[in-house]
């Protein structure tokens, strides 16, 4: 069955700290992933996806295959940062999310 | 131009009753989506429209829910007999098409609370 798990809740850090909020997965097929994120009092909205192989607001996320991961990596963390983020799967047209990791940067 | 647009924005209804949640995807967009966002369990599939074809209703939690959309654009979903565990933010979303390079638009939401 298709999944996408997001092991942590919550994820605190210091402003200037490495960030990685990791995102595994299982699907039967070549997966098509993302990243949303949502700050407080705003609209959820797509960070990046993994085809374009982009870098939005500093964050990167590389596709492991042979992991099934899809972790979202910044080198350092700005208080800006803090929101909730989400992975998400494409699966058959539909998109199936995780459970969210909060991401708290502290100054 | 105008984003994804659901109404209302805030519902308190008390258990038992039926509550109908609006929502107007962007113009042009033929792929609708409806998730339940509750605190612990992220975000949760409901149902969702591509076109003219038959919608995904694999997410619905019980036969007290249930989604239409009229005309490909609005879509109105539906809640009969609400229970307190239904309180949570429902949000809409709406995308071109499926794929990688269509990404979904959000709504703010509407915050259900069930008394």
Not at chain 2, 22 to 31: F, L, Q, V, Y
Request: hydrophobic share 30%; aromatic share 10%.
């Amino acid at each position: 069955a298709q999944r996408v798990t997001q092991p942590e809740k919550l994820l605190s850090v210091f402003k200037g700290a490495p960030v990685e909020l990791k995102c595994n997965y299982s699907y039967s097929g070549s997966p098509e992933l993302f990243w949303y994120v949502q700050y407080s009092r705003q609209r959820l909205q797509l960070l990046l996806r993994h085809i374009s192989r982009e870098s939005i607001k500093g964050f990167t996320a590389d596709l492991n295959k042979g992991e099934t991961s899809f972790h979202l990596k910044k080198p350092f963390a700005q208080e800006e940062d803090s929101a909730m983020y989400y992975c998400a799967l494409r699966s058959q047209g539909n998109l199936i999310f995780g459970k969210g990791t909060k991401l708290s940067v502290k100054p | 131009g105008a984003g994804v647009s659901q109404s209302p924005s805030n519902k308190v209804t008390e258990k038992g009753k039926d509550v109908e949640l609006r929502c107007d995807p962007i113009s042009g967009h033929t792929a609708l989506y409806w998730y339940r966002q509750s605190l612990g369990q992220g975000l949760e599939f409901l149902i969702y429209f591509q076109g003219n074809s038959a919608p995904d209703k694999s997410g619905l939690p019980s036969d007290r829910f249930s989604a239409e959309r009229t005309g490909g654009s609005v879509s109105t979903l539906t809640i009969q007999r609400t229970q307190q565990e239904d309180s949570a933010v429902y949000l809409c979303a709406s995308s071109t098409q499926g794929g990688a390079n269509s990404p979904l638009h959000f709504g703010n939401g509407t915050r259900l609370t069930v008394t």
